[in-house]
Every structure is written in structure tokens, then in C-alpha cells.
């Protein structure tokens, strides 16, 4: 396409960049993308979706879903771009880029919408950032008739021009944790007389850190990380309850239920070691982003119309794309979108989408639902 016509699109990823809202409050946001298809004649399904929106161009099966999300993140923007947020969040994960190259892709589609072997739907995602809007795309029917899915997230570490894709696991099967601890109080002077929830605490996560290192084959990936732990008010009182919480990361579904069997039974052994009592919530993360071994080698070589494409490792962030996969075959990839050794990674306060990413997203988009239209067209 010509420069206007990425011109145009980087203005309007500017003016959402300037305008973000947290995972399921995007009213505003959905307002916007629902004028825009709109206006180029795209019918709008009526999902229910509270925020975000599902459309389509073309008729008939197969139906070849593309998926972008829209929410952004409660961190304050410390870029100095001219276009930075005007609002207390950002779009320090790029998802700005995503939709507004969704966008574009939607654009040429409908120009080409008597051409199409059947049907394009766009699913413009909200609350990716809590992992909950997949589940609510799904529970809406946004995945009814679907034969495959694709989406993609920018990666700043790859050059504009790029995109990297892998068959297997991409991103990393995230878990997040919360465990409280009830002991019982006493004074610091004698802690005999109570049950001391501070040792019980320290004692779980310095041998749940043995996990990793004597659970998981040194051949495989996992990450355990505690990042918070609170238990106490004051320097001569033993406190009598407290909490810590993180995160594991994993990519094999058996390895996965390896580390959290040995984590339940760590908490466990060591609350009844000290008499203390301990209960484990685990929040409602992604699993494996697990592109589907047959249609990736596919869309790596058909990708390379458009764009460098590399097989890259996969990542350790989350993403609830999983959650279409699960249900569906589905390919994600990353598209270079900085490529600058010192540039910020996402959820950074100074994180910056390079504009000339652009090309490589929208073409991803349409050269991948053309090509996979086709494929389910003679399969």
C-alpha cells in the first residue's frame, strides 16, 4: 500500500495511543473502533460484549478469525512522545499498534471483499492485560464457525521488517499464586508461645524455590518467582497471619502439573511442620500459547511475502490468546516493532512502538486470512 495510506494509520494509532483505558473499562476505545468499521462499511456483530467489538467481511465458510486486543495498563507514561498518554494509563504493551493494524487490515479486506473464499472476523479483544477477555470473545461466540485463528504481539527486541514465529509453544503458560498463612501471635521475646508465621513463611518460599532445580529436567524451561511477601506490623510481635504471592511460568502441560503438585505439597508439609495453616488461591492466568504444528510452517513461508521471518524462542510472558487455541488451531507470532538494543520491553513507563512496524502487522493480517481462506477452501 502506499505511504498515505501508513501515514493515516500511524495517525490513528497516535490518537488511541493518546486515549487508553484499562482491561474492561475500553467504552471509549470500542466507541472508536465501532466508528471506524463502520465507516468502511463493516457489518458489526451483536456479540454482547461489554467492551470490544466482533465483525466480519466476506460470506460463507470457512470463517478465518484475526484477533488484535485493545486494552492498555494502569502505568503512568514517561516516553515524552508527542502523542503520550493524556489519561492515568498506557499503552505500554503496544496494544494501540495491535488494534490499529487491525484496523488497516480490515480496510483492505473489505476492498477486496468479492474476492474473499469465504469469511473474515475481526475480534477486537478487550482485557488481555487481566486475562479475561478471550474467555468473554469465547462465552460471546466469537469462535462459532471459526476453522482457524490468528493474532500476533509486537516484540520491541525485533527490527521493524521482522516477524518471528515458532511451531509449539511461543509464550509461556503463566500461573499467579497467593498463599496465606495463619500462625499465631506472641511477643518477639518469646516466640515459643506462638506459632511464628514469618519462619513458616521464609521456609516455603526458600524451598519452593527447589522446584525448578530438582522437579523440572534440566532440558526443559520453568520459572517459579515470589515478588511479594507481608507478615507483620512492628519489630517486637510475632505476627499471626501473613501472605506471599508470584508467579510460575512453564511450557509443557505435564511439566506444569509437575511443579504445582510439588508446590501444593511444599506448602502443605511446611505449614504442618511449624502447626501453622496455609491456604493457596491461584488466579485465573493463560496456559500455553501453543501455535498449532501444522498451520505454522504454512504461514512462516507465506509470511515471507511481506517480511524477514525468523524462528525466534518463545517467550516467557503470558498471553490469553491460549485460550482461542484451545479451542481452535491458532498461530501467534511477534512482529519486530523497535529492534533497538536499549529499547524498553512492555509494561515499561518509557515503552515506544516504532510507526514503521506497521507494514508487517496489517500484512501479516491480510496475506495470512487471504492465504488461509484458500487453504480450507480446497481442504
Avoid at 16 to 41: C, N, W
Avoid at 311 to 324: K, M, Q, R, W
Avoid at 326 to 338: H, M, Q, R
Wanted: hydrophobic residues 40%; proline residues 4%.
Amino acid at each position: 500500500m502506499t505511504k498515505d495510506f501508513y501515514g493515516k494509520l500511524a495517525a490513528i494509532r497516535h490518537e488511541i495511543h493518546q486515549h487508553p483505558e484499562i482491561s474492561e473499562r475500553e467504552v471509549e476505545t470500542t466507541a472508536y473502533l465501532k466508528k471506524k468499521i463502520s465507516d468502511l462499511g463493516i457489518r458489526i456483530l451483536d456479540s454482547q460484549l461489554p467492551t470490544g467489538l466482533i465483525a466480519e467481511i466476506g460470506q460463507g465458510q470457512p470463517i478465518i478469525a484475526l484477533r488484535a486486543d485493545i486494552d492498555a495498563l494502569p502505568i503512568k507514561e514517561k516516553t515524552g512522545l508527542a502523542y503520550a498518554s493524556q489519561n492515568e494509563a498506557m499503552h505500554a504493551c503496544g496494544h494501540d499498534f495491535h488494534q490499529t493494524s487491525l484496523l488497516g487490515a480490515a480496510e483492505l479486506l473489505k476492498q477486496r471483499e468479492a474476492e474473499l473464499s469465504g469469511t473474515v472476523r475481526l475480534i477486537f479483544q478487550p482485557a488481555e492485560e487481566n486475562f479475561q477477555g478471550g474467555h468473554q470473545v469465547i462465552a460471546a461466540g466469537g469462535l462459532e464457525g471459526v476453522s482457524a485463528i490468528i493474532g500476533y504481539h509486537n516484540n520491541p527486541h525485533l527490527k521493524p521488517g521482522q516477524l518471528g514465529l515458532r511451531s509449539g509453544a511461543i509464550m509461556a503458560g503463566v500461573e499467579q499464586f497467593e498463599v496465606r498463612v495463619k500462625g499465631s501471635s506472641a511477643h518477639a521475646a518469646r516466640p515459643d508461645l506462638g506459632i511464628d508465621t514469618v519462619l513458616t513463611i521464609t521456609t516455603m518460599v526458600n524451598s519452593l524455590q527447589s522446584i525448578i532445580a530438582r522437579t523440572v529436567s534440566p532440558f526443559d524451561s520453568a520459572v517459579l518467582s515470589v515478588t511479594h511477601i507481608d507478615a507483620g506490623t512492628t519489630w517486637n510481635v510475632l505476627p499471626d497471619s501473613g501472605f506471599f504471592e508470584g508467579t510460575i511460568r512453564t511450557f509443557n502441560p505435564e511439566i506444569r502439573q509437575q511443579v504445582l503438585e510439588r508446590f501444593n505439597t511444599i506448602v502443605k508439609n511446611t505449614a504442618e511442620q511449624f502447626g501453622a495453616q496455609a491456604e493457596i488461591k491461584w488466579g485465573n492466568s493463560p496456559r500455553v500459547t501453543y501455535n498449532d504444528e501444522q498451520l505454522t510452517p504454512l504461514i512462516f513461508e507465506n509470511s515471507k511475502k511481506f517480511a524477514e521471518v525468523l524462528e525466534v524462542e518463545p517467550s516467557t510472558g503470558g498471553e490469553d490468546f491460549a485460550a482461542y487455541q484451545e479451542k481452535i488451531p491458532g498461530v501467534f507470532a511477534f512482529v519486530g516493532s523497535n529492534g533497538d538494543e536499549h529499547a524498553a520491553d512492555w509494561h515499561h513507563d518509557d515503552f515506544i512502538v516504532k510507526d514503521e512496524a506497521l507494514p508487517v502487522a496489517v500484512n501479516y493480517y491480510v496475506e495470512n486470512a487471504l492465504f488461509l481462506l484458500d487453504y480450507y477452501q480446497k481442504s
